[in-house]
């Protein structure tokens, strides 16, 4: 099994910079797509952020694009979202999500991702 722990979120003012966070354990190597999601009371889950390892694949929302990076160390198995010019509509749940299998390209839909993080909050204000 795999398990997801997201960490680093906090408040922030807007125009400041966040690095969030997210640790995997277990046994990852059953799939090469992982992906931060955001979600906001009375918003849709949003995917913010893709990552194939393997194959220098990153995707973005058109709403964080040009402002988020995503990357992953795999000498520490961390997933990372690098936060610059935050902005108020930014504030919400982040969420650390895999897809098993292999893809190309990633999956849009939430639903098909298959393992989740529990979220960490991320504040701009």
Not at 17 to 44: E, H, Y
Not at 76 to 85: A, G, P, S, V
Not at 88 to 114: I, K, Q, V
């Amino acid at each position: 099994d795999v398990q997801l722990v997201e960490s680093g979120g906090g408040a922030v003012p807007p125009g400041g910079s966040l690095r969030i966070s997210c640790a995997v354990s277990g046994d990852s190597l059953s799939s090469n797509c992982m992906a931060w999601f955001r979600q906001t009371p009375g918003k849709a889950r949003e995917r913010v952020a893709v990552f194939l390892t393997g194959y220098g694949f990153s995707e973005y929302a058109d709403s964080v694009k040009g402002r988020f990076t995503i990357s992953k160390d795999d000498m520490k198995n961390t997933l990372y979202l690098e936060m610059n010019d935050l902005k108020p509509e930014d504030t919400a749940m982040y969420f650390c999500a895999a897809a098993s299998g292999r893809w190309l390209p990633p999956p849009l839909d939430h639903s098909l991702y298959n393992v989740w993080g529990r979220g960490t909050q991320v504040t701009v204000s």
